[in-house]
Structure formats: structure tokens, C-alpha cells
């Protein structure tokens, strides 16, 4: 099966860094992505459909069939773009007459939906290829606690999602175990971090970034791993308006997956950007050594 | 006591007929961490509620509770008893606000129309395309404009959400 990427706009626009880690790891497990040219924003699940869905399943069709026509497969490295691009492909195959109605749209501008485009999440072919990443490790993260965040959009709806369980998720922690760290338990795990009410209300996504860092806390953590880039957005660049709102001092490490298995890989913090990380990851590096 | 607004109702029903299904049990409410940190001012079993009345001018106009302050984490919708798809009636209804010219999020139009000018939310700056090279990362190459501008006028975009806020 060929993959190509599906960026989406926040990892390349805002967070290059994570994108060299996601590349470089599949990189060392021998997986050839490509790349796909002239593809837009999904568009957002939590955004545009929210004000006009025919447009979201447009453009998110669109995006589909520009994959389509090269005959690959989509590898996302965002859950928001995972979940509007299986979201979209499951409303068309499901009711006929709006797949008619969407490629009437897209018949505007020469393109057909068919439909034969399979949409992965990275996490999710990471875990896939779990075997080869055990054997691939040559720096386990010995002793380091990780508190994964899957995030809702990797899991739910599960209908759509069809993915690890949408309410007990299991892969990133086995993923995490599998470069040799402790994946921690704690009571929010399957919580969201707030990000999207940022739109809305700036307090209220601020308190429940701060209760998922109590219950992460508690759980005694070192860092916190995530594989969406509005969630690692969130929690590397707003522990610091929560500690302002609520005179708390959080200061974890965040980190994409893909950057500790590429460090657990044997590659360099400057080969992967860590430098550009807000909250320091030097204890970290440390602690690994 | 309030009347039943059949015509509303059924308006949100023909958009998802699992509004039907509620039977008000709260469970939405109780697991919603939108809920939790608002200390119950958000509460989307009252938005199903008030869908079921129809009460188009609270949840249009007036906007009680907040419907923008949902954040699609989906957990009501993978744990209601009854299978409803609360973010499908909730997006349905936003879209209705939008569309009908009622007051949304700024945040939401700054997106939209960094969409309608770009064809992304967000676009490269000239210190993200330096760290790109840094990092020997390939070029962007962005979407084309002419396309998306003609996919949407098709879906006549920019008209039903009231960009220019003119209606
Ligand atoms: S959980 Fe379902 S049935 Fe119960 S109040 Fe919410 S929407 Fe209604
Ligand atoms: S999807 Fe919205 S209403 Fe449902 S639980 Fe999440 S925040 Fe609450």
C-alpha cells in the first residue's frame, strides 16, 4: 500500500519540527510517503463544518479525490484532519444521493469523488508497524513517564474513527512501552484538552487544559506525548495562561509520539528540532542518556 | 410553560432524525467536560431539550446555553444510550445561526476566511519557510486558488455565513 502525507495546516504552518520527526521515523522504518501537491485545509472539523457542512464535505471530497487520482492512500499527520477526511468519506459512502450532490460541486471543477482512497491517522500505522519499531530501538527511554493524550479526534466517534477503543485506548500507551518508557495512568486520559472552546471562551478551555495537568500531575508524569497538533499545541504553549490564571507552576515537556521514537531511534534533538519546543526538553534528554 | 414549535422541530428533525431518540436521561451532560468546567453554564442535554420543543429563538437568537462553547470531543456521542448524534443536531443547528445572519465566534469567521483567501487556516511565514529549510524540510506547494474559489461559489460559501457581516 502507498502512502503520501497529509500535512494539514497547523504542522507545517506552525510546527515544522514535528513534521521532521514524523518523516524521519517512518524514514527509519523503511516506509516510503510520498508527497501530495494542491490539497487545501480538510477542512477543520471543529471550524468550517461547524458554519457550513456542504462546504466542509466539498473541499474535505476535493482533498480526498487529489489522493484518489494518484492512487494512494492518505497518512495524516493531524486527528482533526484524520477525522474530517474519514468523516467526509463516510457520509458519501453511506448516503448516495449526497455523494451525487457533493460531486455536483466538484464537477465544477473537473473532479469525481469515487470513493477508493483509504484515510490512516500516523498513530495508527505506527502501531501497525509496532513489531519493526521494538526492533529498531537502540536508546530505550528508560524510567521515563509519559502521559499520553490521545485527544478526541484520533478515537471518536468511534463509528467513524474505527480505531483503538473510544473510551479505553490502548495503542499510544503500548506504543510508548514499545521505545522502552512507562506510559502513565491517569483518570483524564481519554479527556479533551480544550483546545477547540479556544474559539469561544479562553477561560473555560483553560480550565480544562488545567484539569487534565492535575490529573497527569498526580499521576506523577515526567512529560506528555500527543499525536494531534491542536492538542500539543494547547498543552506546549498554554500551561503558561494557566499558571497566570490559576498560580500553578506546570512546566511539562510536551512531545509529539513521533519525536520520542525517533529519539528512542538513536537520532539527535538537533536532527529533529527540539530546540524549538517552548517548554524545555532539556531534564528529558537528561533523564534518557 | 412553553409550546412545542412542531415546525422548528421537525425543521432539525429532517437534518438528524436521531434527535427523536432522547429520553432526557442527562447522561450527555454528566460526562461533557465542557459542562464540568463551565460548572454546568454549558449543558447539552438542555440544547437536545430545547431542540425537541423547537425553541428556535433560544437556541438561534439568544444562543442559551452556548452552542459555540461545544468542543466536538464527541464524548456524548459515544456514550448516549439512545445513539444520538448530538454534534451532528449541534452542528446543524450553528449552521442555521450562521445562516440565518445571528452573531457567531469571531474566531470562527478569521478561519473561514483565511480559508476563502488561501485555501488554509494557516498560512507559511517567512521564519516557518527559514525553519523549514533548517530542518531540510520539502516546500509547501499550496493549493490552487482559481479551484477553490470556483468549489466555493458552487457551494456558495461566502454568502451563506455572512463574511462581510452585511445582511
Ligand atoms: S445522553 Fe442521549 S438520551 Fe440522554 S439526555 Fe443526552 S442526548 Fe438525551
Ligand atoms: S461533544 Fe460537545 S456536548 Fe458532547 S461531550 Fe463533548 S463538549 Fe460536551
Do not use: K, R, W
Given at each position: 500500500m502507498t502512502y503520501k502525507y497529509?500535512?494539514?495546516?497547523v504542522i507545517p504552518g506552525r510546527l515544522p519540527y514535528l513534521e521532521a520527526s514524523a518523516r524521519k521515523t517512518f524514514e527509519k522504518l523503511g516506509m516510503k510517503v510520498g508527497d501530495q501537491a494542491n490539497y487545501s485545509c480538510c477542512p477543520d472539523p471543529t471550524g468550517a463544518g461547524q458554519l457550513d457542512h456542504l462546504t466542509w464535505l466539498a473541499l474535505g471530497a476535493r482533498n480526498l479525490c487529489l489522493f484518489e487520482e494518484s492512487n494512494s492512500n492518505i497518512l495524516s499527520l493531524c486527528s482533526g484532519c484524520t477525522e474530517t477526511l474519514k468523516a467526509v468519506k463516510y457520509s458519501l459512502e453511506k448516503d448516495n444521493k449526497l455523494k451525487e450532490e457533493i460531486n455536483s460541486k466538484l464537477n465544477s471543477i473537473g473532479k469525481k469523488y469515487k470513493g477508493n482512497v483509504e484515510v490512516k491517522h500516523f498513530a495508527q500505522v505506527l502501531y501497525e508497524n509496532i513489531d519493526s519499531i521494538k526492533k529498531k530501538v537502540k536508546k530505550p527511554l528508560k524510567d521515563l513517564k509519559v502521559a499520553s493524550h490521545p485527544g478526541c479526534h484520533y478515537l471518536r466517534p468511534s463509528e467513524i474513527m474505527q480505531w483503538d477503543d473510544p473510551l479505553v485506548p490502548k495503542t499510544l500507551d503500548e506504543l510508548i512501552e514499545a521505545i522502552g518508557a512507562d506510559p502513565v495512568d491517569y483518570s483524564l486520559k481519554i479527556d479533551c484538552c480544550g483546545n477547540p472552546v479556544e474559539k469561544s471562551n479562553k477561560d473555560i478551555s483553560l480550565l480544562m487544559l488545567e484539569n487534565k495537568l492535575k490529573s497527569m500531575k498526580d499521576a506523577g508524569t515526567d512529560c506528555i506525548a500527543c499525536v494531534c497538533p491542536a492538542c500539543y499545541q494547547q498543552f506546549e504553549f498554554n500551561q503558561k495562561e494557566v499558571n497566570k490564571n490559576s498560580n500553578t507552576n506546570y512546566n511539562f515537556p510536551v512531545f509529539y509520539i513521533t519525536e520520542l521514537i525517533a529519539l528512542a531511534f538513536g537520532m539527535n534533538a538537533e536532527e529533529i528540532g527540539l530546540k524549538y519546543h517552548r517548554v524545555k526538553t532539556d531534564e528529558i534528554l537528561q533523564k534518557i542518556s | 410553560m412553553q409550546m412545542v414549535n412542531f415546525d422548528f422541530k421537525n425543521e432539525i428533525i429532517k437534518e438528524d432524525?436521531?434527535?427523536?431518540?432522547?429520553?432526557?436521561?442527562g447522561t450527555c451532560s454528566s460526562i461533557c467536560p465542557v459542562a464540568f468546567a463551565s460548572e454546568g453554564e454549558y449543558n447539552p442535554r438542555k440544547i437536545i431539550e430545547e431542540s425537541l420543543m423547537g425553541l428556535k429563538s433560544l437556541l438561534i437568537k439568544e444562543q442559551k446555553p452556548n452552542i459555540w462553547l461545544c468542543s466536538t470531543c464527541q464524548m456524548c456521542v459515544e456514550e448516549c444510550p439512545q445513539e444520538v448524534f448530538l454534534t451532528g443536531i449541534f452542528e446543524s443547528l450553528k449552521n442555521k445561526i450562521v445562516q440565518t445572519g445571528e452573531k457567531y465566534p469571531e474566531a470562527f469567521k478569521v478561519q473561514a476566511k483565511a480559508i476563502i483567501d488561501n485555501g488554509v487556516a494557516i498560512s507559511l511565514s517567512p521564519p516557518i519557510i527559514r525553519r523549514r529549510k533548517e530542518l531540510k524540510l520539502p516546500n509547501v506547494e499550496s493549493a490552487d486558488r482559481i479551484e477553490l474559489k470556483n468549489l466555493l461559489k458552487a457551494t456558495n460559501f461566502e454568502k451563506k455565513i455572512n463574511i462581510n457581516g452585511d445582511r
Open positions: 497529509f500535512l494539514g495546516c | 432524525f436521531s434527535l427523536n431518540y432522547c429520553y432526557q436521561c
